[in-house]
């Protein structure tokens, strides 16, 4: 008995903010158990796509549709019951310790005044575990590297128990080994995923659909195969790549031309 | 490292089943949700510290620490001051008097139970409660906030407070019966409580940045304005006065005061209790808090409006003290951590202990004279304000 997971659509989500439209008419579906990556420049609207569906970004027209229900017509625990985000960092103002930073994950599925069950115990020391935390787990979370706080948040949104897992640039700070075993493990736990990422080569290893975005419009939608071709890679990035197959998956593999 | 793409190992290691079982217990329903039996516990690596009870044991443990503290510190206050009360005494005298007269046969001369009960308890209880309610206040104030730097004068409202004691004091307005000043105090912080509130809002949001600055300006507009009725009043004794006011003391400390500060503490406590999860949310930052589904801009303004009322009652009782609200915090935090479940009431204890012995120095010092509170918690807590900030700086710059 595991928790399902979730289905994610964006109908024609628009963002504006100062008088800028930074995202426009995007829409998206992510099935349940999906991967989508979301690639695009620096400045494309990844993020601030992504900030639509947990609640940071109001979107001035469309809807995010989290199972079937429009995120923005419920509550912010609702959401959060349901879409978990791993963002690229948090202020680290107090000394909160990496337990009581995971343990935060608790907060939305609990009542006021309601103590940690042996159930939040076991799930912080699960995603403790399952991200190789024990040895920091006593210590102030400001004291970590970039890539030790990432695990950390990865950690905090997995005891959210999400069935839709947000991820901005979740691999960012991380060497080889965790971007690796990073991806490899959000696979693993069975939940539908949208993912904003730079390395392409990555997003074709691990996504089922890639989505790219440019000046904040959508202008392909796909498996990694169509998605990722020299053309659109050229007009998208500007930058001129070769087009191989990976030798052993026989998945796109780019190469600077 | 495995790649993904590899066909699934067919063979199970230890680790492998391991790894299982806890992405199966990270996918688990609560167990209220399903009839389902409880996963079985699974082994964890060795050296994991799942302590939750010997963390529970020391959180008590400080919690009576800090009680004794209060004990402590009380009993000292009903013992010194002009007339000296042995320690025995003086706690007879106490639990006879707490217990209806039960308690201890009075063998006391009569004059030691007036001065306890009449001037002694009252003073110790209202240095008790105001130091409980700037702690938590200074606690609350610092996660709405996020800033461990802000303590409860930063909203402006203790200037507001003081500037309406110092009207009625400039204009001898003394309308409102005995307790005329306390109320004009409240009423002020209250005016400026909407003013910092209104300006904070502006534009939809009240973010950290907006209130501390929306607060800072009012009060520099207020100390302003206070100095200008001081130096413009034609009575030379009141500098003297409004300087004590705004340096705090429990002087006016009697029983007729307690019950508004007492029961604002009370209730304040138990609502910043019952969202003690919320505000360990925000000291994540705001859009952590969204994501981990708190609705930021509705709690920090309740929290707000919650601790600018307590923090304005306090000033109106017992005038501006400084640092307590801002260094008890601290101390706490070093002590039992950040979550505000358990840092709360152990913050209260530790403002109140440490208050009623500031008040005890600022009585006996230069006994029969007073000093302001004020200067005395000021003079401990700048400098170790000061220690503080330099010790932070160094760990943070030896942090890999």
Request: aromatic share 6%; glycine share 10%.
């Amino acid at each position: 008995m595991s928790l399902p997971p979730g289905r994610l659509a964006l109908e024609g989500v628009s963002f504006a903010a100062g008088g800028r439209a930074l995202v426009q008419d995007a829409s998206l579906e992510v099935a349940p158990g999906e991967m989508v990556g979301l690639l695009g420049s620096n400045g494309a609207g990844k993020s601030t796509l992504l900030r639509t569906i947990y609640r940071i970004n109001r979107p001035i027209a469309g809807r995010v549709l989290v199972d079937g229900e429009d995120a923005w017509s419920q509550s912010a625990a609702w959401v959060a019951q349901r879409v978990g985000a791993v963002l690229q960092d948090m202020p680290a103002d107090f000394p909160l310790t990496v337990e009581e930073v995971v343990a935060m994950g608790r907060s939305a599925h609990k009542r006021l005044l309601e103590p940690d069950s042996t159930h939040d115990h076991a799930l912080i020391d699960a995603a403790i575990a399952l991200l190789e935390l024990e040895s920091f787990r006593a210590r102030p979370f400001r004291t970590l590297s970039g890539g030790e706080r990432q695990r950390v948040l990865l950690a905090r949104a997995m005891v959210q128990q999400p069935r839709i897992l947000v991820l901005d640039e979740p691999t960012n700070h991380l060497d080889i080994r965790y971007q690796l075993s990073l991806l490899r493990f959000v696979r693993e736990i069975g939940v539908t995923i949208i993912a904003a990422l730079h390395d392409l080569n990555l997003a074709a290893m691990f996504c089922d659909r890639l989505c790219v975005l440019d000046g904040g419009r959508v202008v392909a939608t796909g498996r990694p195969d169509d998605v990722l071709t020299a053309e659109r890679v050229s007009e998208v990035w500007g930058a001129e790549m070769i087009v191989q197959r990976h030798p052993t998956s026989g998945k796109v593999w780019l190469l600077p031309a | 490292m495995r790649a993904v793409a590899d066909p699934p190992a067919q063979e199970t290691s230890p680790e492998d089943r391991q790894r299982a079982e806890l992405l199966a217990i990270l996918r688990s329903p609560p167990p209220s949700s399903v009839a389902a039996p409880r996963p079985p516990p699974v082994a964890l690596p060795a050296g994991a510290p799942t302590s939750a009870g010997a963390r529970r044991g020391r959180h008590l443990l400080a919690l009576a620490g800090m009680t004794s503290l209060v004990v402590v510190a009380g009993l000292a206050g009903l013992m010194i001051g002009s007339v000296h009360i042995p320690a025995g005494t003086a706690g007879a005298i106490f639990l006879h008097w707490i217990s209806g007269g039960v308690l201890f046969e009075p063998t006391w001369r009569e004059a030691y139970e007036i001065i306890v009960v009449q001037t002694r308890v009252p003073r110790v209880i209202l240095a008790a409660v105001v130091g409980g309610s700037l702690g938590v206040c200074g606690m609350v104030i610092q996660a709405i906030v996020r800033n461990p730097l802000a303590g409860p004068s930063i909203l402006g409202v203790s200037s507001g407070a003081a500037t309406g004691a110092v009207v009625v004091m400039r204009f001898g307005l003394v309308t409102l019966g005995a307790f005329t000043l306390h109320i004009a105090a409240f009423l002020g912080g209250l005016a400026t409580l909407t003013i910092v509130f209104w300006i904070a809002r502006t534009g939809g949001r009240m973010t950290p940045t907006r209130l501390v600055l929306a607060g800072v300006a009012m009060s520099a507009v207020l100390s302003a304005f206070t100095s200008l009725l001081v130096l413009t009043s034609p009575d030379p004794q009141l500098a003297a006065r409004v300087l004590f006011w705004t340096l705090g003391g429990f002087g006016g400390a009697q029983w007729k005061l307690l019950p508004i500060p007492v029961a604002a503490l009370a209730l304040g406590l138990a609502v910043m209790l019952v969202q003690a999860r919320r505000l360990n949310l925000l000291m994540a930052g705001d859009e952590s808090a969204v994501a981990l589904g708190l609705n930021v801009e509705a709690h920090r303004r309740a929290m707000f409006v919650l601790t600018a009322a307590l923090t304005g009652i306090t000033v109106a009782v017992a005038g501006v003290i400084g640092f307590v609200g801002l260094i008890m915090p601290h101390i706490v935090r070093l002590m039992v951590g950040a979550d505000h479940r358990h840092a709360l009431p152990a913050v209260a204890l530790l403002g109140a202990a440490f208050t009623i012995a500031a008040d005890l120095v600022a009585r006996s010092i230069i006994a029969p004279l007073e000093l302001p509170v004020g200067i005395v918690t000021a003079l401990v807590g700048g400098p170790f304000f000061i220690w503080l900030l330099r010790r932070d700086a160094r760990s943070l710059a030896g942090a890999p």
